[in-house]
């Protein structure tokens, strides 16, 4: 997702100074994630850093379609002449 409503570019920083931080949390932080788990446990930092500041993403937009609507389609495109 690139156009977000929100600046998360320094997101890091404000939420070291927003809360009471693990060594181990403060370090990942810093240094990024080095596994599949810390970068897990970064997510959740983030969501966490999001919802302290009132920030979320849009709702996806509604792309469902009934099988009417597509049956409806493929016969438009059946009868159309070659």
């Known amino acids: 997702m690139t156009d977000k409503p929100f600046d998360d570019s320094n997101w890091r920083c404000e939420y070291m100074q927003m809360r009471k931080l693990s060594k181990f ?20 930092l ?7 500041k009132g920030y979320s993403y849009p709702e996806p937009p509604d792309c469902s379609s009934s099988l009417q609507e597509w049956e409806k389609k493929v016969k438009e495109i059946e009868d159309k002449p070659n």
């Open 25 to 44: 949390e403060s370090e990942l932080l810093k240094n990024g994630p080095h596994s599949l788990c810390q970068s897990w446990l970064l997510q959740a």
């Open 46 to 52: 983030h969501s966490d850093w999001m919802k302290k």
